[in-house]
């Protein structure tokens, strides 16, 4: 009777505790409402089957009791109930999957008209650079970075000299605009990470990898480092700065001085 | 003898003629070499057991200091971001490879192998010993970096290149993480002369009629995941030596051109995610290497405690074989957001959620074996049911994680960790206790306390659901894992830590519980009921030893001979409500519909 109870508490209990409880995610700021869309109906179906799968087990548990003159039932298999659980699984996994693809086809395929900024993760904070007028990045090498060129931008590429290095403010970018960001590491893993934007990828020294996004929503985010990369993972923090176009462009215009940086290194 | 067919697998009732002679076993002549280096399975499988769990302990002890410091940031001055790291680290890895490897497949494979196959011993027993003694070696080369200059490795269990052997990482110039690769490294030789003795003796040394087809699905179990041990473990071996490499020879498998503590490195052209590659083809397999003798066990003891067979024998053995294979093309998912190339997402969002199907169907099974049962809640059919919920739980978020889009926001934050710990942790774990529970009368001879069983069962159930059931939604919210403080940060609101505290005591608690089983262990060997050979009334084989304790060679001397599957309960037109394995057709009133 009491383990019967308990594993009903179990199943009410949890589905109540995902309805009424305070933690929940963080309002969304960028495009990928389809990414929560996808959880959701996760959320659903792996809810349903949960309550389901426990809630018969707790009445078999009681139905099925030891007592006496009761006896099981000898029954090997049952093939027809079998293969009917298994379709019915492989339709539930199915109907997971393929918005899932959908959406993550979405996720790798970058807008042609998306602007590109670099984000460059470094023990333990956040650089960003930003192409200039030309609107293209430099080429960067890792062998190059110095206290005077602490992203490696090879002076030698004429793309990279009104590249716009950001060393001590929080990123900014327009709403409304689709935004590749280029990551890189120069030291170790790292993982440039806004919940409320809900795209995240790992950087990873040798290699440059990729998000998109389109950010919805002024406002500041805090960006966090998701992938350990040592003792000062937890504090490794950065900011994203959401506004509208006029904005950005008064703020793109006063960084003026990662210019000049770059242009001097050369 | 009658050659009634069965209706379960198609064969009359074979016993075939011996084909192997029976072995003359070495006799120990000493005490030496009778209980310390022993060549007995049963006493191998203690060694293990026993020094897996002295080390889990340690992993036990690092998770509550880890939580102190979770729950109370800022409380505990002794705990350092360094400490916590490598608190995680040895954590993580005691617990997946020392601990739960170790006992499922040193332990209860030692120990309940030949007995339930019908062996006198393993096929290759002083290899069986140099397993055992190479596996402690192992631990103590582990348990030496404590000790070391720097302290254990922070890396995270995953022990990720290029941080790994940084200094920005703790232990990571020292002796650290050296240490730690050679103790894995020896793991592996240790575990590759046992996993090769599981193995062979499945195939080789079965009693006579005792088809691949009639074994219990804890062989089955077993077996399969000794098979993909064997085969995922290279891959770790490999990704050990060749970053030991690295680090002391100056190569670059895995270092690229980078940049430390503001100079350049001498490395170049290596690839940090060929090691993730590399580790993660070892550690997917890992968790089915955890899960299978679990999935395996637990039929056994949902079975036997409800009086019934198990539902869909050939599917629960088909669902363990196609499990163990697909889980070697899955291990990407692991590194959705690692960097490699996206369309890698398609195929292994595919594989890992095809993989949900004959999970599924095990589920199904177990469940459809309690209904019309003759459920006997004993603690070991407690702790099943546990087993039960928690995996449910924890493989229905893996659908989450598995599914790849959704994983972008989750990857990385307390929500996998509260996904596998609740999978791969809490649920393996209590097929462990109900398995304690369910054979110790048959290491012993005598019962555990059943009142201290129930408080370690409901202690541990419902703490541990309080402990990870909720962790998920401080993933939710976006709580990266492996930060030893939160920190003011804008988007986790002040509840997260409130969350945080109550979790932290309710692991005090079910850790304070487990000294309670301990202490029940050791008890019950001198005051604990005497049991009996066959307490449970199970049909499997290793219940008609003809001594309880079973004595060297196991069976005294004749071989068993075995007529039928594991799982004859409340047979129609049967006496008892079992029919043990040995029992021939002719003896029993209902062979002739039944086997």
Known sequence: MIVAAVLVLVAVGSVAFHFLSPWWWTPIASNWGYIDDTLIVTFWI?????????????????????????????EPENRRLELWLTGATTLGVAALLAPGLIVWNQFITVPAEATEVEVVGRQWLWNYRLPGPDGVLGRVDVRLVGPENPLGVDPNDPAGADDIVVENDDLHLPIGKPVRVRLRAIDVLHNFYVPEFRAKMDMVPGMVTYFWFTPTRTGQFTA??????????????????????????????????????????? | MTTASSPLNGFPDRVPPAEVEDVELYHAKSWITRWVFSQDAKIIGIQYATTATAIGLVALVLSWLMRLQLGFPGTFDFITPAEYYQFITMHGMIMVVYLLTALFLGGFGNYLIPLMVGARDMVFPYMNMLSYWIYLLAVLVLVASFFAPGGPTGAGWTLYPPQAILSGTPGGTGSGIILMLVSLILFIIGFTMGGLNYVITVLQARARGMTLMRMPLTVWGIFTATVMALLAFPALFVSAVMMLFDMLLGTSFFMPALVEMGELAK???????????????????????????????????????????????????WAIVIIGALSFIVWAHHMYVSGM???????????????????????????????????HLTVPMLFALAFIVTFVNGGLTGLFLGNVVVDVPLSDTMFVVAHFHMVMGVAPIFVIFGAIYHW???????????????????????????????????GLIGVPRRYHELGPTSFIPESAATLNAFITIVALIVGAAQMLFLFNLAWSIRHGRPSGPNPWRAASLEWQTPETPPGH??????????????YDYNVPGAAEDFIPQTVPPSDTAATGEHR
């Open chain 1, 46 to 74: 792996t809810g349903i089957v949960f309550t389901a799968i426990i809630l018969f087990m707790a009445w078999c548990v009681w139905t099925y009791r030891a007592r006496p003159g009761h006896r099981a039932s000898f």
């Open chain 1, 224 to 266: 966090v480092c998701a992938e350990l990369c040592g003792l000062g993972h937890a504090v490794m923090r950065g900011g994203v700065v959401i506004v509208e176009e006029e904005e950005y462009r008064a703020w793109l215009a006063a960084q003026a001085g990662g210019t000049r940086r770059v242009a001097a290194a050369r």
């Open chain 2, 267 to 317: 490395h170049e052209g290596g690839s940090p995610l060929l090691f993730q590659h590399l580790f993660w083809f070892f550690g997917h397999p890992e968790v089915y290497i955890v899960a299978l003798p679990a999935f395996g066990i637990v039929s056994d003891l949902i079975s036997v405690h409800a009086r019934r067979n198990i539902f869909g024998y050939r599917m629960m053995v």
């Open chain 2, 341 to 375: 190339n996206p369309w890698f997402g398609f195929f292994f969002a595919t594989t890992t959620l095809i993989i949900a199907v004959p999970t599924a169907i095990k589920v199904y099974n177990w469940l459809l074996t309690l209904w019309r049962g003759d459920i």
């Open chain 2, 440 to 474: 110790y009368p048959k290491i012993t001879g005598r019962m555990l306390n059943e009142a201290m069983g129930q408080i370690h069962f409901w202690v541990s159930f419902l703490g541990a659901y309080l402990i990870f059931f909720p962790m998920h939604y401080l």
């Open chain 2, 553 to 566: 060679g196991n069976w005294g001397d004749t071989l068993p001979v075995v007529h039928r599957w594991a």
